[in-house]
C-alpha cells in the first residue's frame, strides 16, 4: 500500500510561482510518479510524469518551459515546481503513482492518489 500527501498548493498571481510535494509513503514499489489536475466539470489530465528509476520525466505541451517535476534523492517526496502561472493552470492538482509497465496520462492506470491540493491562479 502507499500513501501519497500532497502539499504547497495555494493562490497566486498570473506570472507567480508555486512548489508543490508529494510526500509518498509505504512499502509497494512504483515505477512512476505523476501530477495530475483537475477542474470541476472536466477529466483529469496528466501535467507531468516521471520514472522514478530513472528520473526520465514527461510534460504535457501547455507546461513545458514552466513547469518542472523532480523528486529528491531518496525517493520518497516528488516535487512539481510551476513558474509563469496561468489562469488556466488552476485546478486541484493530484499526485498519483503507478506501480507497473509505462508511465502515462491515463489517469485510470494509476493506482495510488494523494487528497489533491488546490492551486488557483487569478
Known amino acids: 500500500h502507499v500513501q501519497l500527501v500532497e502539499s504547497g498548493g495555494g493562490s497566486v498571481q498570473a506570472g507567480g510561482s508555486l512548489t508543490l510535494s508529494c510526500a509518498r509513503s509505504g512499502s509497494t514499489n512504483s515505477i512512476c510518479m505523476a501530477w495530475f489536475r483537475q477542474v470541476p466539470g472536466r477529466e483529469r489530465e496528466g501535467v507531468a510524469y516521471?520514472?522514478?528509476?530513472?528520473?526520465?520525466?514527461y510534460y504535457i505541451d501547455s507546461v513545458k518551459g514552466r513547469f518542472t517535476i523532480s523528486r529528491d534523492s531518496a525517493k520518497t517526496t516528488t516535487y512539481l515546481q510551476m513558474n509563469d502561472l496561468r489562469v488556466e493552470d488552476s485546478g486541484m492538482y493530484y499526485c498519483a503513482s503507478k506501480r507497473n509497465g509505462w508511465c502515462s496520462f491515463r489517469h485510470y492506470e494509476y493506482n495510488d492518489w494523494g487528497q489533491g491540493t488546490q492551486v488557483t491562479v487569478s
Open positions: 516521471m520514472y522514478r528509476g530513472t528520473s526520465t520525466t
